[in-house]
């Protein structure tokens, strides 16, 4: 059976709930019925938000809408991280700016190459090669996920020194182009890359968030841009409730980086 740990402070309970159970113990069964009775005591209310993966919106949205007894609702819903984000921009202001696709992200990085060129100390020699673009949007959409600046690169890059000149001159390669791509966006374009950390910035002004019960299931794990979209999601909604497939017998218990649920 899956089990249940508040998290408590200065005597008060918060907002975070963490549901733990191993794989199969009715940890979704228990987040969709709690929902479901939810909705059939107080139909209308504050938002009910189940936040799953991309790829199980249509999946839990299905199992909701058949839950016995549950003939449709007006309060809950089901979103993706990047749903969830479209949703609250449309709502608090961001959605109007133009979205920068993935082919015209590439063909900006391929002219800011050619410009900056003779800038590179690294990167020039791969400038001109057609598949060096992807190559870089690819890294710099990770970097984006993972919550890294220009400005930290280039404190890494000189943290480094003379240590290994390489990997400073790759990282100082890294950054020029990246800022240069972040300044070519900044007032035009919005990169699908951001979506998260603009939602994380406009949760506060969106309806559907405030005062909302958030449920959380589905993940094995969260990025930085999630993580702050999850603390943000703290301060505005009533209470969080995080589903985790963690086996609960072992909470405090020292493991090693072998174990399963190190």
Not at 69 to 92: C, D, I, P
Not at 125 to 137: C, I, M, V
């Amino acid at each position: 059976m899956a089990r249940f740990v508040y998290f408590v402070a200065g005597g008060d309970r918060l907002s975070l709930r963490f549901i733990l159970g191993r794989a199969g113990t009715g940890k979704t069964t228990y987040c969709l019925a709690q929902i479901a009775e939810e909705l059939q005591a107080r139909p209308q209310g504050s938002s009910i938000i189940l936040l799953v993966p991309e790829q199980g919106t249509f999946q839990m949205e299905a199992a909701l809408a058949a839950w016995p007894g549950l003939n449709g609702t007006m309060r809950a819903h089901v979103y993706s991280f990047r749903r969830l984000a479209w949703k609250v921009l449309q709502e608090a202001g961001g959605a109007a700016r133009p979205h920068l696709r993935e082919i015209g992200k590439r063909m900006v990085l391929r002219n800011l190459l050619e410009q900056r060129r003779d800038d590179l100390k690294v990167f020039y020699r791969a400038a001109r090669q057609p598949n060096f673009s992807d190559s870089l949007a690819r890294v710099i959409a990770e970097m984006k996920m993972y919550c890294l600046t220009p400005a930290q690169l280039t404190s890494a890059a000189a943290f480094i020194g003379a240590k290994n000149n390489l990997l400073r001159n790759n990282l100082e390669d890294l950054a020029l182009l990246y800022l240069d791509l972040e300044q070519f966006l900044a007032g035009r374009f919005t990169d699908p890359e951001d979506y998260l950390n603009l939602l994380a910035d406009r949760l506060a002004y969106s309806s559907t968030c405030l005062g909302s019960e958030v449920w959380v299931d589905g993940f094995s794990g969260f990025t930085p841009q999630e993580y702050r979209v999850l603390s943000k999601l703290l301060t505005v909604s009533a209470r969080v409730n995080v589903a985790l497939c963690l086996d609960p017998t072992i909470l405090g218990q020292p493991l090693d980086e072998q174990e399963l649920f190190y």
